[in-house]
């Protein structure tokens, strides 16, 4: 069974990786986009850290952690990614049971459940060089995991968010105003799937 305060300890060190990357994906952005991506990812790695130390010594349950997060990354003003990333966390406490401890195949669910729930907002597909090139093969490889164990479930899932990210440099940019600048996004990487690989890592570390 994976514990609550486990469930804290990994999505804590997903949203430091972010913030550590502010620069990294402000770079990124500044070539095709508004240059803000890394800001505002790093408002929102912070957002999911104070939700859950908010809660990690409170008898509350994983889908009441995952509820905080989202509403907690409702309030930060600008940034495309902050609506996105609501939703994200809104699917994973949708997928969540409000209990102290879930199973490996619960935990499993919970990436499921945040993909379907942002689906639901967005159509990108992989290939459109959008964070969904790294969300989608991330929750596939976690699907298909046929371990239990949480590092090796989230390991799978960093794997494939990675060679995702990396591949959406070979793409063409079919959203936001990088989508303007057409062939010559072609051989730099999309932020958000820059950004969701670097969640799917700090799960993973």
Same mark, same amino acid.
């Given at each position: 069974?994976i514990?609550?305060?486990?469930?804290?300890?990994?999505?804590?060190?997903?949203?430091?990786?972010?913030? #550590?990357?502010?620069? /990294?994906?402000?770079?990124?952005?500044?070539?095709?986009?508004?240059?803000?991506?890394? %800001?505002?990812? /790093?408002k929102?790695? #912070?957002?999911? *850290?104070?939700?859950?130390?908010?809660?990690?010594?409170?008898?509350?349950?994983?889908?009441?952690?995952? $509820?905080?997060?989202?509403?907690?990354?409702?309030?930060?003003?600008?940034?495309?990614?902050?609506?996105?990333?609501?939703?994200?966390?809104?699917?994973?406490?949708?997928?969540?049971?409000?209990?102290? +401890?879930?199973?490996?195949?619960?935990?499993?669910?919970?990436?499921?459940s945040a993909? /379907?729930?942002?689906?639901?907002?967005?159509?990108?597909? %992989?290939?459109?060089?959008?964070?969904?090139?790294?969300?989608?093969?991330?929750?596939?490889?976690?699907?298909?995991?046929?371990?239990?164990?949480?590092?090796?479930?989230?390991?799978?899932?960093?794997e494939?968010?990675?060679? $995702?990210?990396? +591949?959406?440099?070979?793409?063409?940019?079919?959203?936001g105003?990088a989508?303007?600048?057409?062939?010559?996004? *072609?051989?730099?990487?999309?932020? $958000?799937?820059?950004?969701?690989?670097?969640?799917?890592?700090?799960?993973?570390?």
């Open positions: 069974m514990t609550k305060e486990r469930i804290i300890t990994i999505f804590k060190n997903a949203a430091q990786k972010i913030i #550590n990357a502010k620069d /990294e994906l402000t770079a990124i952005d500044a070539k095709f986009g508004d240059a803000d991506h890394g %800001v505002t990812m /790093e929102i790695g #912070n957002a999911i *850290i104070t939700a859950l130390d908010s809660l990690k010594d409170e008898a509350v349950g994983i889908k009441t952690l995952f $509820g905080a997060c989202a509403d907690e990354i409702m309030k930060i003003n600008g940034g495309a990614a902050v609506p996105l990333w609501n939703t994200l966390f809104e699917g994973f406490k949708n997928g969540a049971a409000d209990t102290q +401890e879930i199973s490996a195949g619960d935990f499993k669910r919970l990436f499921q993909l /379907e729930e942002i689906s639901g907002l967005t159509p990108a597909k %992989v290939g459109d060089k959008t964070m969904m090139d790294a969300l989608i093969p991330a929750v596939e490889a976690i699907t298909a995991c046929p371990g239990d164990d949480p590092a090796q479930i989230t390991g799978a899932g960093a494939a968010a990675r060679k $995702g990210a990396q +591949e959406s440099a070979n793409m063409i940019s079919k959203f105003r989508k303007s600048y057409k062939e010559k996004t *072609i051989g730099t990487p999309d932020a $958000g799937a820059m950004s969701m690989m670097y969640f799917f890592t700090g799960l993973s570390d």
